[in-house]
């Protein structure tokens, strides 16, 4: 890509130059260098989009679900034949990792296969004689039109979160890529071009809050599945609700990793730990950056070595050939503005009595004199309740806190405003077992640094991390994207 591609809108089955009120400039975070321009797209261009979605609907909804499905299949094959291709242009933009791409793809395919299975999962019920020769009957319907608004952190996962249940279950969509990073799911759409799918019923549009706005307002518009922070997450919700449309809305996170005494497999931990710490330079939900440690000795223990394992990371880009597949490597924060206010928190978190025990601020990587680098920053000997710790950073920042006992631990987990998920180290069977039932968030992992569900499973959090009632994946999207609709029915013998 060159500073001179704009990025075009997807409408109708055809790529559009957009009509735009400006342009907004995507960028490599770890060079600085400009790569592509997203247009601002206009509430004329949402109009065409909503409208184009809408006039496919009927056709789509009536098609049969085996013939909806098989374009999903095609669309996982081509996108797993290219999917070097789109990794790397998903590195270039975003800022992560090769491996972390490679792995991002792969989810991309399986929730392509979970949605393929809605012919089993669209599937409603019967129950015969439920009264006097009356038979009561449960189906599943598609609704209409939805939007999805994504974020930037997951340019290709984090769509398909949406695309194909919304598809599969007979309606028809409307993307809006974060402007940030719009080169991956253009790549993606490209090869769904080429399978003709019929128009209008996925389209792709380019632009800022404005046109997110619009698509949430607009009144053809049934639903909106939306992921990013909270503070966002209440106005669409909000708003939604205002509005009578479903509304899927994921936000923030601050999720906590809790080791037990008993734990004995230190090495292995500290990497595990390490690893849900800083992949994708900590800029995902489901990224672990609080530590709790059970009792002083452990305490100390964990803070020593994850702080000695820490520096064994390597700040660079990740294109870099030296690099482009080594596991421990983090690359840059999104933007300046970003790595502005993850340096503005350690000032904070230093003020207000935290040891700065590694400080990742100041990193300079050659070649990349304009990047957005932050290398793996530790805070020990902090307090539920210092803004470190209430606050999502998004960025690779560790805190190690210390609890006198699991109760503790779990209190300090039930007490914070997000609670998108935690995890537990230990192998006492009871003390796992009072963990997840006592814990208050969406997500519990035992042994396990990042408790993702596979697609398979339902993924969303709880309280300020999740601001609606039906989760991702698996069957809650079904549920998300379709009506229930009851029949009850009673027929009497004729001449």
Same mark, same amino acid.
């Given at each position: 890509?060159?500073?001179?591609?704009?990025?075009?809108?997807?409408?109708?089955?055809?790529?559009?130059?957009?009509?735009?009120?400006?342009?907004?400039?995507?960028?490599?975070?770890?060079?600085?260098?400009?790569?592509?321009?997203?247009?601002?797209?206009?509430?004329?261009?949402?109009?065409?989009?909503?409208?184009?979605?809408?006039?496919?609907?009927?056709?789509?909804?009536?098609?049969?679900?085996?013939?909806?499905?098989?374009?999903?299949?095609?669309?996982?094959?081509?996108?797993?034949? /290219?999917?070097? $291709?789109?990794?790397?242009?998903?590195?270039?933009?975003?800022?992560?990792?090769?491996?972390?791409?490679?792995?991002?793809?792969?989810?991309?395919?399986?929730?392509?296969?979970?949605?393929? !299975?809605?012919?089993? +999962?669209?599937?409603?019920?019967?129950?015969?004689?439920?009264?006097?020769?009356?038979?009561?009957?449960?189906?599943?319907?598609?609704?209409?039109?939805?939007?999805?608004?994504?974020?930037? /952190?997951?340019?290709?996962?984090?769509?398909?979160?949406?695309?194909?249940?919304? #598809?599969?279950?007979?309606?028809?969509?409307?993307? $809006?890529?974060?402007?940030?990073?719009?080169?991956?799911?253009?790549?993606?759409?490209?090869?769904?071009?080429?399978?003709?799918?019929?128009?209008?019923?996925?389209?792709?549009?380019?632009?800022?809050?404005?046109?997110?706005?619009? #698509?949430?307002?607009?009144?053809?518009?049934?639903?909106?599945?939306?992921?990013?922070?909270?503070?966002?997450? &209440?106005?669409?919700?909000?708003?939604?609700?205002?509005?009578?449309?479903?509304?899927?809305?994921?936000?923030?996170?601050?999720?906590?990793?809790?080791?037990?005494?008993?734990? $004995?497999?230190?090495?292995? #931990?500290?990497?595990?730990?390490?690893?849900?710490?800083?992949?994708?330079?900590?800029?995902?939900?489901?990224?672990?950056?609080?530590?709790?440690?059970?009792?002083? !000795?452990?305490?100390?223990?964990?803070?020593?070595?994850?702080?000695?394992?820490?520096?064994?990371?390597?700040?660079?880009?990740?294109?870099?050939?030296?690099?482009?597949?080594?596991?421990?490597?983090?690359?840059?924060?999104?933007?300046?503005?970003?790595?502005?206010?993850?340096?503005?928190?350690?000032?904070?978190?230093?003020?207000?009595?935290?040891?700065?025990? =590694?400080?990742?601020?100041?990193? &300079?990587?050659?070649?990349?004199?304009?990047?957005?680098?932050?290398?793996?920053?530790?805070?020990?000997?902090?307090?539920?309740?210092?803004?470190?710790?209430?606050?999502? =950073?998004?960025?690779?920042?560790?805190?190690?806190?210390?609890?006198?006992?699991?109760?503790?631990?779990?209190?300090?987990?039930?007490?914070?405003?997000?609670?998108?998920?935690?995890?537990?180290?230990?192998?006492?069977?009871?003390?796992?077992?009072?963990? $997840? +039932?006592?814990?208050?968030?969406?997500?519990?992992?035992?042994?396990?640094?990042?408790?993702?569900?596979?697609?398979?499973?339902?993924?969303?959090?709880?309280?300020?991390?999740?601001?609606?009632?039906?989760?991702?994946?698996? &069957?809650?999207?079904?549920?998300?994207?379709?009506?229930?609709?009851?029949?009850?029915? &009673?027929?009497?013998?004729?001449?």
């Amino acid at each position: 890509m060159s500073k001179e591609h704009v990025v075009r809108n997807y409408i109708a089955g055809q790529w559009r130059t957009a009509e735009a009120q400006g342009f907004l400039d995507v960028e490599n975070p770890a060079t600085g260098e400009v790569i592509a321009r997203t247009p601002r797209s206009t509430t004329t261009e949402v109009d065409r989009a909503v409208a184009a979605a809408r006039q496919a609907f009927p056709a789509w909804a009536h098609m049969s679900v085996a013939r909806r499905v098989s374009w999903l299949f095609r669309w996982r094959e081509i996108l797993m034949k /290219n999917e070097e $291709k789109i990794s790397r242009i998903l590195v270039e933009e975003m800022g992560k990792s090769l491996s972390d791409a490679r792995a991002e793809m792969k989810r991309v395919y399986q929730n392509l296969e979970t949605a393929c !299975a809605a012919p089993m +999962l669209q599937q409603g019920s019967k129950l015969v004689d439920c009264a006097g020769d009356i038979d009561g009957e449960e189906m599943h319907e598609p609704i209409g039109v939805f939007a999805a608004i994504t974020p930037f /952190n997951f340019p290709a996962m984090a769509p398909f979160w949406f695309i194909p249940y919304a #598809l599969a279950t007979g309606n028809t969509l409307v993307v $809006k890529p974060s402007e940030r990073v719009p080169l991956t799911l253009e790549a993606i759409t490209e090869f769904l071009h080429e399978l003709e799918l019929p128009p209008g019923v996925y389209n792709v549009l380019n632009g800022d809050k404005d046109a997110s706005i619009a #698509l949430v307002n607009h009144p053809d518009v049934k639903g909106v599945s939306f992921v990013g922070k909270t503070d966002t997450c &209440r106005i669409i919700a909000s708003r939604c609700a205002e509005l009578g449309k479903r509304c899927q809305a994921m936000g923030s996170a601050k999720n906590h990793l809790v080791v037990m005494p008993d734990y $004995k497999q230190i090495d292995e #931990l500290i990497r595990n730990m390490s690893t849900s710490c800083y992949g994708c330079a900590g800029q995902r939900c489901m990224a672990s950056s609080v530590i709790v440690a059970i009792g002083d !000795a452990m305490y100390e223990r964990i803070s020593a070595t994850f702080v000695a394992d820490s520096r064994k990371y390597r700040v660079d880009n990740p294109l870099n050939p030296d690099v482009l597949e080594e596991s421990l490597v983090i690359g840059p924060v999104i933007s300046a503005q970003s790595q502005a206010f993850i340096h503005s928190m350690i000032e904070i978190g230093v003020r207000e009595g935290a040891t700065l025990a =590694l400080d990742g601020r100041g990193i &300079r990587v050659p070649g990349c004199e304009k990047g957005h680098f932050i290398g793996p920053t530790v805070f020990t000997n902090v307090r539920p309740g210092m803004r470190i710790h209430q606050t999502e =950073l998004f960025g690779p920042v560790v805190c190690i806190m210390k609890a006198g006992s699991l109760d503790e631990a779990i209190n300090i987990i039930n007490n914070h405003p997000y609670s998108n998920a935690c995890s537990i180290y230990t192998q006492n069977g009871y003390e796992a077992r009072k963990f $997840k +039932l006592n814990v208050e968030t969406g997500m519990v992992g035992i042994n396990v640094g990042i408790p993702a569900p596979v697609p398979f499973l339902p993924f969303g959090g709880m309280k300020s991390s999740m601001l609606c009632d039906i989760k991702m994946q698996s &069957r809650s999207a079904f549920q998300f994207y379709t009506h229930n609709k009851v029949i009850v029915e &009673r027929y009497w013998p004729t001449e």
